[in-house]
């Protein structure tokens, strides 16, 4: 036997998995196109996004261009989805509120994944009491409802849309904390982080190239289901006057404009309504179908 199968390794050796991650995808693109309300997902997420990015500049209107004279004006040739009390055109509006709203979902669940997986990276990995006592403040600030919180940090921070971005961003990522910390704690005693551990590598060299790397699924899984509910939060705080300010459109400020005209006017309340909805289902499919595909077992019984 070579006597050189025995050398020891740096810290900086790359432990490579059984199954090549090429192999990993094909698996559950495989499971994802079987599952048809994940397509429709994914087929509705992308066109809401690609009409939030381009739709106001393939209309004649800007979404705070008032003309009185079409002022509360029905669907039609000119205007698609009508005009508001001022006149201006809800088309643009619905297609601009959809890029705020968009990038608030995005905004926040980024920062959540950047807080959420350092900390119950950290706290999975390091374990003893520095792991209890993590937990424990995340367990407080847990009992306390989400949407309370939100409004609470709001409420100090004040209306507007960077400060929506920091009150969703800090508040939404205990969940991701406590999902990779559970992850972290599964895959501790795996061979191959014990084999790094023995080759003197880093508690971050361990976290960032063995640990995380194979918590992608659950972090990508509960990212996606993530973004419909900052949406609808933002939504909420929005109608009740806590989120983006006039003459900016987010779908909850078009919503809250609509439904004073309600009974008048439903096309006004109808479209914001109808694209939150199908926005939030869109990612709710998108959700289900990624978790059922990057679920170890369905890609075992998916490979025999």
Known sequence: MDAREFEPIGPEARLEPCVPPQKLRERGWRQMKKNRLAL?????????TVLAVVGPWLSPYTYDA?????????????????????????????LYGARISLSIGLVASLINVCIGVLYGGVAGLVGGRTERI??????????????????????????????????????YWLNMARIVRGQILSLKQQDYVLAARSCGASMWQIL?????????????VTLTLSIPDAIFTEAFLSFIG?????????WGVLASEGINSMR??????????????LTMLGFMFLGDGLRDALDPQNQKEGSR
Do not use: K
């Open 40 to 48: 429709w997902g994914m087929a509705i997420v992308a066109v809401m």
């Open 208 to 220: 960032r190239r063995h640990m995380i790397p194979n918590c992608v699924g659950p972090i990508i």
């Open 134 to 171: 993590m937990m424990h403040i995340v367990d407080v600030l847990y009992s306390i409802p989400m949407l309370l919180y939100v409004i609470l940090l709001m409420v100090v921070f004040r209306p507007g849309l960077l400060n929506i971005y920091l009150a969703l961003g800090i508040s």
């Open 66 to 94: 008032q003309n009185f004279t079409m002022a509360n004006a029905w669907p039609s040739r000119e205007h698609w989805f009508g005009t508001d009390a001022l006149g201006r055109d809800l088309f643009v509006r619905v």
């Open 242 to 250: 806590l989120g983006v300010s006039a003459p900016m459109a987010s």
């Open 264 to 277: 008048s006017f439903p096309f006004q309340l109808f479209f914001p309504a109808a694209a939150l909805s």
